[in-house]
């Protein structure tokens, strides 16, 4: 099986700006959460979704949202963007407890 | 909220010694899992604990769970160079599905 997909893997943005995220999880995984890892913070959960729901959601400002699609593929949007939000943005999708990661999206905040 | 603490931050070892790595919890967990994290890479699923007191080995890595369910560890034996890597726990609480990860730590293993 191919892995957890995620698109694009590098991306630089203004302040300001919007940014979409794509994550395109393991064929027959419907649960997908979403992560932001930084060196200062570490990996902080953003949120889940499972069967276009989501179902879980961490502690970020209403600027971080996501959503899932029919075919279980989820998108993760930040508006209005800040320097803060440099990080590596990580998807994993999940069978039962086991979470496989994608290899992230590079996003740098300028 | 729940947190998650990892020591030691960072460890260096000479090839061929051990290592070990702490995970604590501020409450009490349902499950404790383990990933390893390759410079430049992503975390990988390496185990997941569930029962108190639970011991799991996968070669040369021995996970344990602890007793009340607030602590666990990784130890290796004898690290090898493909070792190298950040190894970080996550836990979950009640019913929720949701991981707090730890801070990680950081292992160097010198040739």
């Known amino acids: 099986k191919a892995g957890v997909t995620q698109t694009p893997r590098y991306l630089i943005k203004t302040r300001g700006q919007q940014v979409t995220l794509s994550c395109s999880p393991i064929s027959g995984h419907r649960s997908v959460s979403w992560y932001q890892q930084t060196p200062g913070q570490g990996l902080q959960f953003l949120f889940e979704y499972f069967s276009e729901t989501q179902r879980n959601k961490g502690n970020f400002p209403g600027r971080f949202s996501g959503r899932q699609f029919s075919n279980s593929r989820s998108e993760m949007n930040v508006s209005t963007l800040e320097l803060g939000d440099s990080a590596l943005y990580l998807c994993?999708?999940?069978?039962?407890?086991?979470?496989?990661f994608g290899p992230g999206t590079r996003l740098t905040v300028t | 909220g729940q947190q998650v603490m990892q020591i030691p931050q960072y460890q260096h070892v000479q090839e061929g010694e051990d290592f070990t790595t702490y995970c604590n919890s501020s409450?009490?967990?349902?499950?404790i899992q383990w990933y390893k994290q390759r410079p430049g890479g992503h975390p990988v699923f390496l185990i997941q604990?569930?029962?108190?007191?639970e011991v799991k080995k996968q070669k040369r890595l021995t996970f344990q769970f602890g007793e009340a369910k607030k602590n666990s560890s990784l130890h290796i034996t004898a690290t090898e160079t493909s070792d190298v890597g950040t190894y970080l726990c996550a836990g979950a609480s009640g019913s929720a599905r949701q991981l707090t990860f730890g801070s990680g730590t950081q292992l160097t293993v010198l040739p």
């Open positions: 994993a999708s999940r069978v039962l407890d086991e979470q496989y």
């Open positions: 409450t009490t967990l349902s499950n």
């Open positions: 604990l569930v029962k108190s007191g």
